[in-house]
């Protein structure tokens, strides 16, 4: 007969907290300082662009669809899938926002683009998932189906109409834009004095508050909103676990086959998402060959950050 062993209550250790607070801290002085540096070279050299608010808003337009897109990537690798496809389904993005937009509205070509992204991503799914399909293989295919379909649809559906033709869109109606006049005219004032990182400072803040796109907002927000679902919830924690020890997460109960099916369907919606932007903020309309190897790029971003949303 063996005797009972007392249980023991986990010990919790602040170590990871405090790593954590750490971390951010550290991030924060980085930030600052590298801004403060670029304020210094500029007061140097007079380059007074160099910090202005429509440096630092083309600099976020130009920044967007990669992060976009390595964002996808990182709701699929964190499931174990690699997405290299992530490139095609920005490419039907860019596509479905154009015709979408064009036809019924910038909401619906936000929509659009989405939903063709997120059948891409759908199509690597069920190819890598549930056939077996070796995932560069897939996302492979993906990328050429993808380039291949959005120039047949372009030349099919956006010849003839006025201001398209068959490599792109007519020009698309703007997405709704958010400005804050009653701080935008004091903030531009500051900048206009040119002190050192005060009006630098400033500049960065007009970005935020003279014609900034809601969906620049929206997708700034997913980060914020993909750090709290994946490492903060059960649903991000049973989606990990299915790319860090799947057999574990089934020997617990855990349909591993769906939770990687929903992982890719997101990344191809996030990357799709990437796409919209691309050519309803970035630029005016759909062109073929429009993405420019972004999703790659993304990709690359996203290892190189370590599979987090903050790097």
């Known amino acids: 007969m063996s005797a009972p062993v007392a249980s023991t ?8 907290q405090w790593q954590r607070r750490l971390r951010v801290r550290n991030l924060t002085l980085i930030a600052i300082v590298g801004f403060a540096l670029l304020s210094f070279v500029r007061v140097i050299t007079g380059a007074q662009e160099l910090t202005s608010a429509g440096t630092i808003q083309a600099a976020l337009t130009s920044s ?52 063709l992204g997120m059948i891409g991503g759908l199509l690597h799914g069920i190819a890598t998932v549930y056939f077996g399909v070796d995932h560069i293989v897939s996302g492979v295919a993906i990328n050429i189906i993808a380039l291949g379909a959005a120039g047949f649809l372009a030349e099919t559906y956006f010849t003839g109409l006025e201001g398209g ?26 900048e206009a004095k040119q002190w050192f990182f005060v009006s630098d400072f400033a500049g960065l803040l007009r970005v935020f508050v003279n014609d900034l796109p809601v969906l620049t907002i929206l997708c700034l927000a997913l980060f914020v909103l993909t750090f709290w679902v994946l490492w903060r919830t059960k649903f991000g924690l049973r989606l990990r676990s299915c790319g860090e020890e799947p057999a574990a997460a089934e020997s617990l109960g855990v349909n591993v086959y769906n939770y990687k099916m929903i992982a890719v369907v997101i990344s191809g919606g996030l990357s799709g998402l990437g796409g919209a932007f691309l ?21 690359a971003a996203m290892i ?3 599979w987090r949303p903050g790097g």
């Open 165 to 190: 033709g068959p490599t792109q869109s007519p020009p698309l109606p703007a997405p709704m834009t958010i400005n804050v006049d009653f701080l935008d005219n004091p903030l531009a004032s500051i």
């Open 304 to 306: 190189f950050g370590n």
């Open 279 to 299: 050519a309803m903020v970035a630029s005016s309309g759909f062109q073929v060959g429009q993405t420019g190897g972004r999703g790659y790029i993304g990709l």
């Open 9 to 16: 209550a986990p010990v919790t250790t602040p170590s990871s």
């Open 64 to 115: 967007i669809p990669i992060a976009m897109a390595g964002l996808g990537g990182l709701w699929s690798e964190r499931a174990g899938i690699v997405n290299i496809g992530l490139e095609g389904m920005m490419i039907l993005g860019t596509f479905g926002a154009g015709y979408f937009g064009y036809h019924y509205g910038s909401i619906a070509g936000i929509l659009g683009a989405i939903v």
